[in-house]
């Protein structure tokens, strides 16, 4: 096998949307995404003896606080009829030809978070290798997926637990809207709700220059879109029970009884500025935003990467959920993957903070899918200095 770097998209993209359905880190878009941070980026490209494409991987070459290494994130994606002697052999050229960039430009070790399956056979090649688990994750290596091949919307409903679907069907009698939108705008809405998410779970929060070009990334393909959760309200006023007074832009009045006809809505709008439109014959206009999401797409998947929600008795996250799922189903994706979950077989993998989350995603239906652990080549002793700080980080993460 020879290796090529691979600087035309569509050669990536043809490939990477034939074999990858369960991570979209290795992306076009993610690599272009990873440069605007400033991380320098290379794209490689593994080719058969008849000059045909077997593997993508793409590599970050990150210098940071915590070390300085060569990334491989959720790859490298390989020819889904790839036998495991062969994959042996592909991660050994990827192993050796990155060796030889960490050791020319003085990087102290290499990540590989595979987007293989946790399975013995995979866990010897790497060990085989030399490599060991990274004392910590970069990316989520357990997971929850939905699959949407020949489901219909009812099918999806009946898979549900039941409580779910019930939260689903009391949004819409709520009054809760949905919005759809590929509005840059829309991403102050977002990160306000995300500050009070992160407020009330006590993690740490991506910045506002994160979000913003993450998604212009995925912008510019069409491959993302935020959806938002409002509460719909009659002009005349009135609150809402179960949103707090300082997150309304005026009174609302009492939950809508009747299910809405039209309660989706997909357009550009300023969304400084609230909506007016008719719902069960009343003039209603949109309220304050209570749960939102931005998801991500590939031909095969839609991806739930960043959500937020404001502490409220609605169920909104319920319904807005349920309409990315129709969503993805109607743009022919195989899979809806709602990212990472708590793991109880892998504790020390998953914090316990994610137990919630968990419970919340798992109503859906589906099945979990675990990768390989993040795997670590050491090549300098440096790299015993980011082994402590990330096993401290971790311990942090999972108390």
Not at 30 to 52: A, M, T, V
Request: hydrophobic share 35%; with cysteine; glycine share 6%.
């Amino acid at each position: 096998m020879k290796i090529k770097l691979i600087t035309e998209k569509t050669i990536w993209e043809n490939f990477f949307d034939k074999n990858c359905c369960h991570s979209f880190l290795h992306s076009w878009e993610w690599g272009e995404f990873q440069r605007s941070l400033g991380y320098p980026i290379i794209r490689l490209g593994l080719y058969n003896k008849d000059n045909q494409l077997e593997v993508i991987c793409l590599v970050v070459k990150i210098k940071s606080k915590r070390g300085s290494f060569l990334f491989v994130p959720h790859g490298p994606v390989i020819n889904q009829k790839s036998k495991v002697k062969s994959q042996k052999l592909i991660l050994k050229l990827i192993k050796n030809y990155l060796l030889y960039i960490a050791k020319k430009e003085n990087y102290s070790f290499i990540r590989i978070a595979p987007i293989l399956e946790d399975k013995k056979e995979y866990q010897k090649i790497f060990a085989d290798l030399g490599f060991k688990t990274a004392p910590i994750y970069m990316h989520a290596e357990t997971m929850w997926e939905l699959p949407l091949i020949n489901k219909t919307n009812e099918d999806l409903l009946y898979q549900m637990r039941k409580t779910t679907r019930y939260l689903i069907k009391k949004a819409i009698r709520d009054g809760v809207i949905i919005e759809k939108t590929t509005n840059p705008k829309a991403l102050k809405i977002f990160y306000h709700l995300y500050l009070e998410t992160v407020k009330r779970e006590k993690f740490n929060p991506f910045s506002f220059d994160f979000i913003k070009k993450e998604f212009e990334a995925f912008a510019k393909s069409k491959n993302v879109m935020i959806f938002l959760a409002k509460m719909s309200k009659e002009i005349t006023g009135g609150e809402v029970e179960g949103i707090p007074p300082t997150h309304s832009t005026s009174k609302i009045d009492e939950p809508i009884k009747k299910m809405p006809p039209n309660y989706v809505l997909s357009n550009n709008q300023d969304y400084s500025k609230n909506t007016q439109m008719r719902i069960g014959g009343r003039e209603t206009e949109t309220g304050p935003v209570i749960a939102s999401s931005i998801i991500f797409f590939t031909k095969a998947a839609a991806f739930y990467h960043q959500g937020a929600s404001l502490h409220t008795k609605i169920p909104a996250a319920y319904l807005l959920q349920w309409e990315v799922i129709k969503e993805a189903k109607n743009r022919g994706c195989q899979l809806y993957n709602f990212w990472g979950i708590y793991d109880e077989k892998r504790p020390q993998r998953t914090p316990k903070s994610w137990q919630g989350l968990t419970l919340f995603k798992t109503g859906f239906g589906g099945q979990i899918h675990r990768f390989l652990p993040t795997q670590d080549y050491i090549i300098s002793n440096k790299y015993y200095f980011t082994y402590l700080w990330e096993k401290f980080l971790m311990w942090m993460r999972l108390k």
